[in-house]
T-cell receptor, first 115, second 107 residues
Framework: DTEVTQTPKHLVMGMTNKKSLKCEQH?????MYWYKQKAKKPPELMFV???????INESVPSRFSPECPNSSLLNLHLHALQPEDSALYLC??????????????FGDGTRLSIL | GIQVEQSPPDLILQEGANSTLRCNFS?????LQWFHQNPWGQLINLFY???GTKQNGRLSATTVATERYSLLYISSSQTTDSGVYFC?????????FGKGTRLHILP
């Protein structure tokens, strides 16, 4: 069992749907991350929140909208996605500080399929 | 940007064998992490090792920052060690993953 919980584990949605991915951690971490991972590829960083504020957006299309309502929760709102957005979406958390200067703990991911 | 190269890309071993995975990076980095992604997609942090040597059970890792490489040693491999091993480096608020080494342990 991981200490970072992601829901749902699987999601199938049409290109016109609106859905949200959720991530929760109770380790007291103040940095949270969203990654996208395509099959047989390494994870790619999408967003970083530090102390509930967006600190890094890796030029992600606006159809992906992150939200950090509090220090334990991280959401990723999805709207008008494309088939190429089908991937494994991973959430991670770490102690705050310089990005990557603390060990990251990953959730199990949400497998997203866009029809 | 920084290039991260892992070798070998693929490795097939018999259960009980030992292995060494390598991660080279092209420039100085602040930190380095090793991860294991199992066949179900779970990504587990194995080591946070900007320099020096660490050991955890059958696994150990060594990073020589001045020479820009890190090694992950797996001894007495078990089938549960199968999966993809990634190294990830960070510098200037960038986290860069290598392409991974895909390890398959045969029973």
């Amino acid at each position: 069992d991981t200490e970072v919980t992601q829901t749902p584990k699987h999601l199938v949605m049409g290109m016109t749907n609106k859905k949200s991915l959720k991530c929760e951690q109770h380790m007291g971490h103040r940095a949270m991350y969203w990654y996208k991972q395509k099959a047989k590829k390494p994870p790619e960083l999408m967003f970083v929140y530090s102390y509930e504020k967006l600190s890094i957006n890796e030029s992600v299309p606006s159809r992906f909208s992150p939200e950090c309502p509090n220090s334990s929760l991280l959401n990723l709102h999805l709207h008008a996605l494309q088939p190429e957005d089908s991937a494994l979406y991973l959430c991670a958390s770490s102690q705050a500080g310089v990005i990557g200067n603390q060990p990251q703990h990953f959730g199990d991911g949400t497998r997203l399929s866009i029809l | 940007g920084i290039q991260v190269e892992q070798s070998p890309p693929d490795l097939i071993l018999q259960e009980g064998a030992n292995s060494t995975l390598r991660c080279n990076f092209s420039d100085s980095v602040n930190n380095l992490q090793w991860f294991h992604q199992n066949p179900w997609g779970q990504l587990i942090n194995l080591f946070y090792i900007p320099s020096g040597t660490k050991q955890n059970g059958r696994l150990s890792a060594t990073t020589v920052a001045t020479e820009r490489y890190s090694l992950l040693y797996i001894s007495s491999s078990q089938t549960t060690d199968s999966g993809v091993y990634f190294c990830a480096v960070n510098r200037d608020d960038k986290i860069i993953f290598g392409k991974g080494t895909r390890l398959h342990i045969l029973p």
